[in-house]
């Protein structure tokens, strides 16, 4: 209770006054003090989406308050490290500028690189030795979003050579692969369904970054326009005193049309 009476609880720029709050939360807080890495872990990816939606929608008001979130998820998670001698928020920060400097040669050092391609190419290959990694993939987390899982893995190969330079040559193996699952579709081996459904999307991701695409950011842009247009459709039924359930396909179909022209 010492520490927390000599802190004046009000906020300011410190990065130190952060990390005070946050320890005396941690000694202080019934929730905050029953916590565990793995209790706030699921919570720290829901900030991380709340931030995207914020530089999706351009709202920069709040996007500060939800990079906030991520640093205090940073701290938190720095806090309890510290509690067992793990590692403190000072290793945090030294490792992320030791990673920079070793990262960036062309900056830091006497290594040339005058253009992004190079300086991303040359980060891989660091990357690697310094973890001693076998394979680049090892480098992706097996439980990123799929779409953005497929998007890694096919950076990560094409790093090192192996990709096709350009998207018309992807989309030869898109037309195989699209083949392929309409041949099974009718099969009723639903095994076999995923599996080509799987290779579709991997090879309509492919097409897509060679094009300059992220699939993740086109199909999150693409999931926000329906929610937009279906809720219009929605609201325009709402005003006519029926539901969705209580009109026809035709009747919706025309409201989305009057959404499309209207919302874009």
């Known amino acids: 209770m ?38 706030i872990r699921d919570l720290m990816v829901e900030e991380v989406y709340e931030a995207i939606e914020a530089i999706d ?14 640093l205090l998820h940073v701290v938190f998670h720095a806090e309890m490290a510290d509690e067992t001698k793990s590692f403190d928020i ?60 497929a998007q890694r893995m096919q950076e990560k190969a094409g790093a090192v050579g192996f990709d096709w330079k350009t998207w018309p040559e992807a989309w030869k193996k898109l037309d195989e692969e699209l083949g392929e699952f309409k041949t099974v579709l009718d099969s009723g081996n639903e095994e076999e369904k995923l599996k080509e459904f799987g290779d579709v999307i991997f090879s309509m991701v492919n097409v897509g970054r060679l094009a300059g695409i992220d699939s993740e950011n086109a199909l999150r ?44």
């Open 2 to 39: 010492s520490d927390n009476k000599r802190f004046t609880a009000e906020p300011s720029k410190s990065f130190d006054d952060l990390i005070r709050v946050m320890h005396i939360l941690r000694n202080e807080c019934p929730w905050d003090k029953k916590q565990t890495h793995e209790s």
């Open 57 to 70: 929608t351009g709202d920069m008001e709040e996007l500060k308050k939800e990079l906030g979130d991520i």
């Open 90 to 149: 000072g290793d945090v920060i030294y490792a992320i500028q030791e990673k920079l400097i070793s990262r960036h040669p062309h900056v830091f050092g006497d290594t040339e690189a005058n253009d992004a391609e190079i300086v991303k190419q040359n980060w891989e290959k660091l990357k690697q030795r310094e973890k001693g990694r076998k394979s680049v993939l090892q480098g992706v987390p097996a439980n990123l979003p799929g779409l953005l899982r």
């Open 221 to 264: 842009t693409t999931n926000n326009k329906f929610r937009d247009r279906f809720t219009y459709v929605e609201q325009q039924l709402a005003k006519q005193g029926r539901s969705t359930s209580e009109s026809t396909l035709e009747e919706m179909d025309r409201l989305w049309d009057e959404a499309k022209v209207k919302l874009g």
